[in-house]
């Protein structure tokens, strides 16, 4: 697909795994993954482990059809960084929650992604993890719809999701902290999730370049599988991080942040910027 | 407040967190996150959870000393004498 930037596999629920008839047979876990899964003590650790690697490698020949889906092997990089074993030009990331989990694979640049229900309970003290900026954000959405206490949650876990899917995007030794992360236009997704329809957006921003998306494959490359229904928020914003902080000194990433709502679970895919499609 | 007391604070936050398990029961040497499957935002909460009710203000900078049991009571024995001193 021409401009595709990433390729996100979206799962199925863990408990349709059973009904595989060899989990191991199904993952094809080979390289350093044997040992790294045999260590893994809890069994739900061991499911949402083989699931997140068979959707990477799923997600992989996605994007890169001439690999054969056995002979993908990961590894993980001094930093912590998931790498795929004899292909360094892939950017790999996935994320998990309860039985859900999701996986993304780039080929142009860094990518992260991150998922969490809907109803996900208490977050964390929002002056722990917002830039002043998001902060101000928040307190001007509340000033306009006080009431309004779901949105304002909603709005806090599209920032959420957005930050961690930018720090697994991170490319750089080390990570950068949650508050040196500035997420742009974070007041639109919270409706944007609501209405769940196309939109136009600012340009550059993201929401353009949604208008010949289907509920399949959109310019970004996304795509998903999965007994749930997928809706494809028509939000997305710009996040810019840096070691020293937004608007210092110093290197910076500048990405694009999707967001996705599949049944009930709120995904955000952090990738470098789509070049315009041909 | 001892190392005693700070060991039981984060075992208290922890189960609230994560109702269904036994934070009493970890390896204080182990990763939390491991121990407990915790994710990130638990992590956070734990740690801005306990911060709160000590009245200190942990950092980003810090967050992987708070990894497993036996470091996050150090690391807060450390603030809390700093604190005091």
Known sequence: VTGVTACASLVWRARRIGAEPSVDDWAGLCGPDVPRAAGLTHPAAMTRFVVTRALLRATIVQLRPELARTTIAFDVAPSGRLEVVDHPELAVSSSHTGTFAVAAVAADGPVGIDVEPLDRGELPRPEAWLTPQELAGVTTLDAHTPHETDLHRLMLLHLWVAKEAVLKAWPGPGTTGRRRIRISCPEAPCADVETARPAAGPPGRGAGRRDDRDATHGPTGASWCGDGEAVVAPAAASAVTSPSGPGADGPTLDLGVDWFVIDAHLVALAHRHAPARA | ?85
Not at chain 2, 71 to 81: E, K, N, Q, T
């Open chain 2, 1 to 85: 407040v001892n190392t005693e007391d700070l060991r039981d604070l984060i075992i208290e936050v922890l189960s609230d967190i994560a109702p269904e398990t036994d934070p009493s029961d970890v390896d204080p040497t182990e990763d939390l996150r491991d121990e407990l499957d915790l994710d990130s935002m638990d992590e956070l909460n734990m740690i801005t959870k306990v911060g709160e009710r000590l009245g200190i203000d942990v950092p980003e900078k810090d967050y992987p000393q708070m990894r497993t049991l036996e470091g996050a009571v150090a690391y807060l024995s450390g603030r809390l004498a700093a604190h005091a001193g």
